[in-house]
């Protein structure tokens, strides 16, 4: 099935099953590895919602896991994600807090936030970024890694899915955020209200602050924690939620859509739309977090976060 049925059925509401044979990379890394299975997602429209639902394993190469900074294989998971068919745009703005912003087309996980904060204090108000290079959390060439339930999720741009969904001089739809609105890849229009205008590499409007930090962690910004970037209006293509509204070769009509840049905040931090609570996570009877719409365990462990971080990924 070729990449354009695929994203046009998703889009459309058609009924999709899409499986992708396992990759020589499908393979858990450990004494005893074993054969992944398929990779396979459905996407189907259930009322007013486009209903996602996925086995997690990614469709594209990836690294062995376990590995160095990551400790953990790669299983099948139960993923049932919804979000509105017709997302309309809030009032307000709502921050992404330990929660995935939203789903890939392939069915995983698009989850930015790390569970590792400076000295091992969640209260501290400095969270470590997981993309800043500063701290090891065994992330592969598709800024993904995998959760202690066995979740591989993304951090940031997944190159390999971009490869395979890519199309010549179009922007390229990867998934969905959790409130419904579309997310596409790196590139978009110059201009975004036109469609024949060259296609570029977006911009965020985030930067690194200036100076020092105050109390805590301490030291200069350097992008080592979520808390060293600011949003300036107008710095880049992008607003505060790192999308913008404008035409797209599924909505030519025009649509808000998000994208993931290879810039600060890579992943959205935040949602113009109202994220549906299937991607929420609660609390089950013996303490430990798991997300409303199925899936993993959240591992609330506290590692130190050094340069090598053998990470509990709380998220």
Known sequence: MSISKFTGLGLLGGILTWAALAQPGNRRSNASPVELPESSVSIEIEGDYRVINANGIPNHDHANFPRRGNPHAILPQTHRFKVPLKPEVAEKITPLLRQPFGVALNGVPMDPGTAEYWNQDRNSGWRYEAISGKINLGLDDNHAH???????????????????YSKDESMTIIGYAADGFPVYSQFGYRDPKDMESE????????????????????GKYDGTFVQDYEYVEALGDLDECNGRFGPTPEHPEGVYHY??????????RAFRGTPDESFERQRNRG????????????????????????HGHAH
């Open 146 to 164: 995998v959760q202690p339930s066995g979740a591989y999720h993304y951090h940031g741009l997944p190159v390999g899915l971009v490869e395979l």
């Open 199 to 218: 296609l570029i590499e977006v911009k965020s409007s985030f930067r690194i602050k200036e100076g020092t930090r105050s109390g805590g962690a301490g």
């Open 287 to 310: 303490g430990d977090a798991i997300r409303r719409g199925g899936g993993g365990r959240r591992d609330e462990e506290r590692r130190r976060p050094s340069a090598e971080v053998e």
């Open 259 to 268: 994208y993931i840049t290879l810039d600060y905040p890579f992943i959205p």
